[in-house]
Nanobody, 116 residues
Framework: QVQVVESGGGLVQPGGSLRLSCAASGRISSIAAMGWYRQALGKQRELVATITKTNGIRNYADSVKGRFTISRDNAKNTVYLQMNSLKPEDTAVYFC?????????WGQGTQVTVSS
């Protein structure tokens, strides 16, 4: 089993920045990649960004390219999502996931609200 816990959400004005953190614990050796996903009210959960554990290959949704950066600290079993130039449409609950083969372990989510 793998557990993931997100932190760092909050309220920010348009154009502002936030950094989300995701700490993984448990069977860390089974994790091949970690990712951030988000779900806005009334919409389906969507991919934001992923990063592989061993070689750090990153993948981003088109909507966040150039604004968001995913990074990892394997020593701390932690993944970060740096979000810059935030827009109101980035408002959502952001979920972290740890990928172990076909299994995705999810955190409880953290709310990000972009509003003036």
């Amino acid at each position: 089993q793998v557990q993931v816990v997100e932190s760092g959400g909050g309220l920010v004005q348009p154009g502002g920045s936030l950094r989300l953190s995701c700490a993984a614990s448990g069977r860390i050796s089974s994790i091949a990649a970690m990712g951030w996903y988000r779900q806005a009210l009334g919409k389906q959960r969507e991919l934001v960004a992923t990063i592989t554990k061993t070689n750090g290959i990153r993948n981003y949704a088109d909507s966040v390219k150039g604004r968001f950066t995913i990074s990892r600290d394997n020593a701390k079993n932690t993944v970060y999502l740096q979000m810059n130039s935030l827009k109101p449409e980035d408002t959502a609950v952001y979920f972290c996931s740890a990928h172990s083969g076909a299994i995705f372990y999810w955190g409880q989510g953290t709310q990000v609200t972009v509003s003036s």
